[in-house]
């Protein structure tokens, strides 16, 4: 019925607005009573407003929403109405003799609200417009017919547990979908359908707030709250949405650790090392995340020396480890406190209590069967050097913890004393030298003794034993180096030549405790002056020394300050050279100013060398390329002979040998005859072998060397079996031609005990040991 009444309504409205608004139009024209403009009225015949269709509705159709209908039109059938525009025909259908307009369908605000529509009147036999077109709207009329919807839902919100009551936690909001400027049907009103008493909902804004104070997470961490969207302003008859809030107590560090017993006990060997895990203690804190970590720390300094304790990686367990080595003998249990502690604490909860907790800790040391322990952790002995095998060194001292009584042996290990220098008795741990030890050679041993049990070897320990080897005057002093000096002919008198610097390896003779003196008298050619340091200098005496071909050796004499005071002799060279004026040498020997000038000493001596170097490649090449053509020397038959091999290949054979005569090598007046027989074997493979011509005899006689070669040289000539025969080289008669004999060792294995040397001095010798003779004869006495 209500409907029947709206649409009536509208319709008379409609009907209201189509009225002949024929309010006419002024124009200006002529007036008839004088000059000036005249108004003129045009007449329009309609105007049209809009109509008014009620949205879903479900009655009889089709529905008549209103008329059209013009002045020109007098009921005699010859107008026509038109209708154009949205839905026209379709939607909306227009009666043509009446102009009365029918909607065809239901329609829905929601899809389209209003629909723009052309009318026109026109005639109907000549489709000529009476009437010019209009234009109006048809608006459709809303109807409550959609809830509210939450587009965003469902909602998830946090709020930190122990909030104040009021505490904002989340925005809901409710769409819908009808027309908010007619009447109430969008009108929103929210509520809490599921949630009290622990939130609330504001009904015009839909802010979700806390209901109730201090809400703990501990307690429930997590909260459903569902809401409704009611339209109509909530009141009867309306339409209803929901949506669901989860909201989740976020954490706050509102409660202290607590330990869930008040003893600990634990149990550790004696033997366990430092760092190692000795348990775990856990304090209880139902907080999350950082507001549960926590540190651990030692209240009991007894506690706090054998023992530490750290957080682990979580930040939740204390790990109590050992701090130093333990020992049952010593001390066989330990208790302290451990206390843990929020490390970070919120001052807005600090009424709750103190954030930390104090637990007491017992940790019980068990007993190992532990390796004998040595009095000290090192020892530090000393010895002098020099002294006899046996020598008294010191002596190491272990013993079992467990069995003080049980015996201990000693031993050392053998990689810390590779030279076997020392010995240790086993039963006592003495220790004694085995060789004299040098000071000078090694200052320090290093050794490692082993200490075992007897019942158990297993068991062992060991201990580091330096032993330092002690100084004893037992070195003479030396010159730090070999002095060959110089000085110039045209030198001052009492000019420094060199500093002599002397070296003793004893501690107790010291380089600083040296002295130095050189040949004393007025007839020395130079003077040595101790400098007081261990060191000399060398001068030049007041009457400078003649310049001459050999060198001066000046002797120096060295001794100590120890006790026994020792010394040494030794000579420094001194040459006296020409110099040039900017002090440089020149030249050292008389026979050097005999040179070309602009060549010095080095470069003739450079351009010697060069030439003996070629000319010593010219030999060789000459040698090589003239042995490349010549077969290998036959054997002799006659002779005793050796052979020297050569292998092509390791571990090769006969066939891989090649064999040489050094019959040339022995002592000529010590060969054997020649043994008749047939002609041996030619030794070159790659000739064919000729009738060997016969060997002739040597001369009769003392063997003549230079004889002896040239026979052996026609007779390698004439026979081509056999390689040229200065292959070889000769060494069986050097040194003949003087009273000592021949020098070679080849002929002297016939001779038992060796021969007796010549009994004349060597200058006798002849020319050929004149160089022998000028070194190992008298020296030259120093010029006066």
């Known amino acids: 019925m209500w409907g029947l009444v709206r ?207 201090n809400m703990d997470r501990e307690t429930q961490e997590e909260f459903l709250v569902v809401i409704q969207a009611k339209d109509m302003g909530g009141h009867m008859g309306g339409l209803s949405g929901s949506t669901t809030v989860t909201v989740t107590l976020s954490d706050v560090n509102d409660n202290p650790p607590k330990f869930p017993q008040s003893l600990y006990q634990f149990s550790v060997v004696e033997t366990a090392g430092p760092g190692t895990l000795v348990g775990r203690l856990r304090a209880q804190d139902p907080d999350l995340g950082d507001n549960a970590l926590m540190a651990y720390s030692i209240l009991d300094g007894e506690g706090s020396e054998a023992f530490s304790i750290s957080t682990d990686s979580q930040g939740r367990d204390g790990l109590l480890a050992v701090r130093k080595p333990l020992d049952f003998e010593t001390r066989r249990s330990y208790s302290f406190r451990v206390e843990a502690t929020n490390t970070l604490i919120d001052p807005a909860y600090l009424r709750r209590g103190p954030f930390k907790d104090v637990a007491s800790v017992r940790v019980a040391v068990q007993d190992a069967p532990e390796p004998p322990a040595f009095t000290q952790a090192a020892y530090h002995l000393a010895v002098p050097e020099n002294k006899a095998p046996g020598t008294l060194v010191g002596r190491v001292s272990a013993a079992d913890l467990d069995s003080p009584a049980s015996p201990i042996r000693y ?84 000019q420094l030549i060199q500093v002599i610097r002397a070296l003793d390896r004893d501690e107790v003779g010291n380089s600083s405790r040296v002295s130095l003196q050189g040949p004393l008298g007025p007839d020395a050619n130079f003077t040595v002056r101790d400098n007081r340091d261990g060191s000399a200098s060398l001068l030049l005496p007041s009457r400078p020394a003649p310049p001459r071909q050999a060198p001066y050796l000046v002797p120096i004499a060295l001794w100590d300050w120890g006790q026994p005071a020792l010394s040494s002799t030794a000579t420094v060279t001194v040459s006296v050279c020409r110099c040039r004026p900017d002090g440089s040498v020149a030249s050292c020997r008389p026979e050097a100013q005999l040179s070309p000038a602009g060549l010095s000493t080095g470069a003739l001596l450079a351009i010697v060398t060069c030439v003996g170097t070629l000319l010593a490649l010219a030999v060789l090449f000459a040698a090589l390329r003239r ?151 008298a020296k030259e006495p120093l010029a006066p």
């Open 7 to 213: 649409l009536l309504l509208a319709w008379l409205g409609g009907w209201g607005c189509m009225g002949r608004l024929a309010a006419p139009a002024r124009a200006w024209a002529g007036s008839p009573r004088g000059p000036g403009p005249v108004l003129l009225r045009n007449r329009r015949s309609w105007v049209w407003n809009q109509f008014f269709v009620i949205e879903e509705y479900a009655g009889p159709e089709p529905v008549l929403i209103g008329k059209l209908h013009s002045d020109v039109d007098r009921g005699e059938g010859r107008t026509k109405y038109l209708l154009t525009g949205e839905g026209a025909g379709t939607v909306f259908v227009i009666d043509e003799a009446t102009g009365n307009i029918h909607v065809t369908k239901s329609l829905d605000r929601e899809e389209k609200a209003q629909y723009v529509l052309l009318a026109q009147a026109v005639d109907r036999a000549s489709n000529r417009p009476l009437e010019p077109p209009s234009e109006f709207i048809i608006k459709v009329q809303d109807i409550n017919d959609n809830p509210p919807i939450f587009p965003l839902g469902p909602y998830h919100a946090t709020v930190p547990e122990m909030s104040n009551v009021g505490t904002s936690v989340i925005q809901v909001t409710a769409h819908d979908a009808d027309d908010p400027s007619y009447g109430n049907s969008a009108k929103l009103v929210y509520t809490v359908l599921d949630g009290l008493p622990f939130f609330s909902v504001d009904p015009q804004t839909g802010v979700v707030r806390t209901a109730i104070p």
């Open 411 to 494: 031993s050392i290990l053998p990689h810390s004393d590779p030279e076997r220098c020392f010995s240790i008795e086993p039963e006592d741990g003495t220790i004694r030298t085995v060789v004299p030890l040098d000071r000078e050679a090694r200052i320090w041993h290093n050794l490692t003794v082993l200490a075992t049990e007897l019942d158990s070897s297993a068991r062992a320990s060991r201990v580091q034993v330096a032993i330092q080897i002690l100084d004893e005057n037992d070195n003479a002093p030396q010159l730090a180096e070999p002095y060959d000096t110089f000085v110039c002919d045209s030198a001052a008198p009492g």
């Open 627 to 777: 042995q490349k053509h010549e077969a290998l020397m036959v054997l002799e038959e006659e002779d005793v002979r050796e052979n020297i091999i050569t292998y092509d290949d390791e571990g090769g054979g006969e066939e891989d040998t090649e064999a040489f005569d050094i019959s040339a090598l022995q002592n000529p007046d010590g060969a054997a005859p020649p043994n008749p027989g047939p002609p041996p074997t030619p030794a070159r493979r790659d000739v064919l072998p000729r009738a060997r011509a016969p060997r002739q005899p040597r001369p009769p006689g003392p063997a003549d060397v230079a004889q002896l070669l040239a026979l052996r040289l026609r007779e390698a000539d004439d026979d081509p079996s056999v390689p040229p025969y200065d292959s070889v080289q000769v060494y069986g008669y050097e040194g003949r031609g003087s009273s000592c004999g021949s020098l070679s060792s080849l002929g002297s294995g016939s001779e038992a005990g060796g021969a007796p040397g010549p009994a004349e001095p060597p200058d006798d010798w002849g020319p050929l040991f004149h160089t022998l003779a000028e070194l190992y004869g």
